[in-house]
């Protein structure tokens, strides 16, 4: 059950968990996501999965970095502006420090051979984690379609794989296939509020 502003919900615990967050963002922005949804949503509850699925996809159509976009909503619902603002000093203040500390030392030890090894390793590690969150991701997306019938299934899966291989060929830009998949989203509700409106066209 989601806590929020009216549960009073510390920002010191809120700080903690973000502070967590930001010194075990290593890997790249997989590894933070992956840390953001399994706290937000999992552990503490601050969100449900579907809006962590929305806001996500909000942050993809905005301009800026996603993943600062995204600290920002989720610290907003669970603690106001408040939470934003503590959420993001939470993840920015170690990667900040970290930083500036690596890249002074990795110049003296970037070219060891288990520096190189273990930069090889990590590779992998962060697909691996991006793999496992996408599919948590898609879900509960998929499971709502699949409520709504065969069809549903049928369209999301297209849309999913669909824009994962426009993506893929390189012709198409992120914007231009969240704006051609919401484009067509909105496109197949309205037919299909037409051809079956006794249909429940909210997947909640």
């Known amino acids: 059950m989601r806590r929020g502003k009216s549960d009073g919900l510390s920002l010191l615990l809120l700080f903690r968990v973000w502070l967590g967050i930001g010194i075990q963002s290593f890997g790249g922005g997989t590894t933070t996501m992956t840390l953001i949804r399994r706290n937000a949503v999992d552990i503490h509850g601050w969100i449900s999965d579907e809006q962590f699925n929305r806001d996500w996809a909000l942050c993809q159509m905005t301009p800026g970095i996603n993943l600062i976009a995204l600290t920002v909503l989720v610290g907003r619902q669970a603690a106001g502006l408040r939470g934003a603002a503590i959420c993001l000093a939470g993840l920015l203040l170690p990667s900040a420090f970290l930083t500036a500390l690596i890249t002074a030392g990795f110049v003296q030890i970037r070219d060891l051979p288990s520096v190189q090894g273990a ?18 991701m ?3 997306p998929l499971q709502s379609s699949q409520k709504r019938g065969v069809w549903q299934l049928v369209f999301a899966l297209a849309l999913l794989f669909g824009s994962g291989a426009a993506l893929w060929s390189g012709k198409a830009s992120v914007v231009e296939v969240l704006l051609i998949a919401g484009a067509v989203g909105a496109i197949e509700n309205l037919l299909a509020a037409r051809l079956w409106p006794e249909r429940e066209t909210d997947p909640e």
């Open 138 to 140: 898609a879900h509960l």
């Open 119 to 136: 930069l090889r390793g990590v590779l992998p590690a962060t697909v691996g984690l991006g793999l496992m969150t996408a599919c948590q």
